[in-house]
Nanobody, 115 residues
Framework: QVQLVESGGGLVQPGGSLKLSCAASGIIFSSYTGGWYRQGPGKQRELVAH???????KYADSVKGRFTISRDNAKNTLYLQMNSLQPEETAVYYC?????????WGQGTQVTVSS
């Protein structure tokens, strides 16, 4: 049984930082493209960043220079370091593992940016 479990969300003030984690079980996460997505209130889910099995990364333009995606293969875990967070980035953040045939999703973690 495959599980992706996100953690690290919470309430942060504008300009603050959070680090999200996504721990995988049932798959070798490094064999998949690991991605972070977010869905704000009334918005569609959007890609935040992804990292391929070879380590190539891609970021949404809105987060470039502020967010960093990484993975620890020994821990089978994906991370998202988020700096300089803004209120409009309040959303549920989801991680996924995308393979050639199947994509797995986590349940999401809430990030609220508010003073």
């Amino acid at each position: 049984q495959v599980q992706l479990v996100e953690s690290g969300g919470g309430l942060v003030q504008p300009g603050g930082s959070l680090k999200l984690s996504c721990a995988a079980s049932g798959i070798i996460f490094s064999s998949y493209t690991g991605g972070w997505y977010r869905q704000g209130p009334g918005k569609q889910r959007e890609l935040v960043a992804h990292i391929t099995s070879t380590g190539s990364t891609k970021y949404a333009d809105s987060v470039k220079g502020r967010f960093t995606i990484s993975r620890d293969n020994a821990k089978n875990t994906l991370y998202l370091q988020m700096n300089s967070l803004q209120p409009e980035e309040t959303a549920v953040y989801y991680c996924n593992a995308r393979g050639r045939i199947i994509t797995y999703w986590g349940q999401g973690t809430q990030v609220t940016v508010s003073s």
